[in-house]
Structure formats: C-alpha cells, structure tokens
C-alpha cells in the first residue's frame, strides 16, 4: 500500500525566510510524485511532477526535488501571497494508478 | 475557458436524504475523479471512472454513487446511508492516457447537515 507523509503539519515563516517542507512516500514504484498548492476554500491547484529521484523543477520561489525516499518543496525568500496549504501525492506503476496524498502542509508567510 | 465547475458550492443535507453533487469538465478529459477532503486530512478517493459508462470504487466508496453517462459529466450522488457526509467534495481529471498525467481539480463543493 503506497503511504505518504507531509511535514510538518504547519510552519510559520516571515516574509523572506527561506525554508523547506518535506514529503517521505513509500511506494512500490513510483510513476510520478506531484506537487499542488491549496487555497483555503478552493480546490488543489497543480506545481510540479517529479518522475525519478535526482530530477529538480523550478517555478517562481518554489523548487521541488526528488530523491528515492522522499521530495522536498523549497521555498526561497517567500511571500505572503506564498500562504497555502500544500499538498504531496505519489502514483504507483501497477496498472492502471490513482493518486495517494498526503495530509499537506500548511503554510502561513507573515510580512 | 477549460476547466471544470463544480456545483454548487455549498450544499445542505437533511436527515434521511439523498443530495447530487454536480462535476462537470469541458477539458476533452478522459478520466474523472471524486475525492472527499476533511479538516487536517488529506484527499481520500471515494469513485473513479476511465471511460464513459464505466466506474470504479476508491478507498471510501460506501454510502455513495455515481454515474458517468457522458464524458464531460461525473455526478455524485451522497446517500443517506452515509452517516457522516459532512466535507469538503473535489471533484477531478485527467487528459487521456498518458501516464503519469496531473490531476486538474475544480472548486469543491461543501456538504453540511441540517
């Protein structure tokens, strides 16, 4: 059974504080990892797909990466428009897959 | 623009009552989801289709239903038989296959009890 875990549940930053949220699965192999940004009260909106370990993706202040064990979601010099919960899901390679998620991390930049 | 709407967004069940939530997606996507979200949990699969005429069962299928009788459309229904209804629903898709394709969600729809 694949099994995703977010950390922390929440973090607290000041507006240009870099910092990481971490994202540990465990599946029997791994098709895809995905990255999505929740706003409270709307649904998951898409970031990023990791698809082997070592593999980086960048977007704006955010960079995910990937190894064999878990995913890291960066965040350099954040913003208060950055508050969101985020969310980590993996997709395993038998057959036909859904998608496992985490329960996310919810982040709060003050200015 | 291509999205997918979800309707409506707030939604109140009575005791006893079966409600439809509405799924609609205008993205040619082949496949569709309905996940069901609570507070400080992650999203849990509740039904999935691949294809028109044709569903399966997620993680916490029990107490609800679905039908997938066009492919834009994945309405569903929350029975009385679901003792605990209330959350946050999302519903999603993706395009056709293609592997490891992301999920495109919509707005969520919100179910309390009366």
């Known amino acids: 059974e694949d099994q995703v875990t977010q950390s922390p549940e929440a973090l607290r930053l000041q507006e240009g504080e870099s910092s990481s949220l971490n994202c540990s699965y465990t599946?029997?192999?791994?098709?895809?990892l995905f990255w999505y940004r929740q706003d409270p009260g709307k649904g998951p909106e898409f970031l990023f797909t990791?698809?082997?370990a070592g593999e980086e993706k960048e977007k704006e202040r955010l960079k995910a990466t990937l190894t064999k064990k878990e995913s890291f979601l960066h965040i350099t010099a954040p913003k208060p428009e950055d508050s969101a919960t985020y969310l980590c899901?993996?997709?395993?390679?038998?057959?036909?897959?859904?998608?496992?998620f985490g329960k996310g991390t919810m982040l709060l930049v003050s200015p | 623009d291509g999205g997918i709407t979800q309707s409506p967004k707030y939604l109140f069940r009575k005791e006893g009552q079966n409600v439809t939530l509405s799924c609609e997606q205008n993205l040619n996507h082949d496949a569709m989801y309905w996940y069901r979200q609570d507070p400080g949990q992650g999203l849990r699969l509740i039904y999935y289709?691949?294809?028109?005429?044709?569903?399966q069962k997620g993680d916490i299928a029990e107490g609800y239903s679905v039908s997938r009788e066009k492919k834009e459309s994945f309405p569903l229904t929350v029975t009385s038989a679901q003792k605990n209804p209330t959350a946050f629903y999302l519903c999603?898709?993706?395009?056709?296959?293609?592997?490891?394709?992301?999920?495109?969600f919509g707005d969520g729809t919100r179910l309390s009890i009366l």
């Open positions: 990791l698809y082997s």
């Open positions: 999603a898709s993706t395009p056709p296959r293609r592997g490891n394709q992301p999920q495109h």
């Open positions: 289709s691949q294809i028109v005429n044709d569903f």
């Open positions: 599946v029997s192999g791994l098709r895809g």
């Open positions: 899901a993996v997709q395993d390679n038998s057959g036909y897959s859904t998608l496992t």
